[in-house]
């Protein structure tokens, strides 16, 4: 079952931007994308939404 996040807030700081995102089951996942090569990173990530990256 693949269930879609919805985009809450984004936020630019001075490492990247901040994505805020809430699972079709209510959990809240935080995203940081960095400035640059750096990876993202991510907490709180839904099990039902694996692999969803909006």
Known sequence: MTQHSTLVSRHITSEG??????????????????????PRLTAGPCPHAAGDRR
């Open 17 to 38: 931007v901040v994505l805020w995102t809430r699972c079709e089951c209510g959990r809240l996942r935080m995203d940081l994308v960095p400035h640059g090569d750096a």
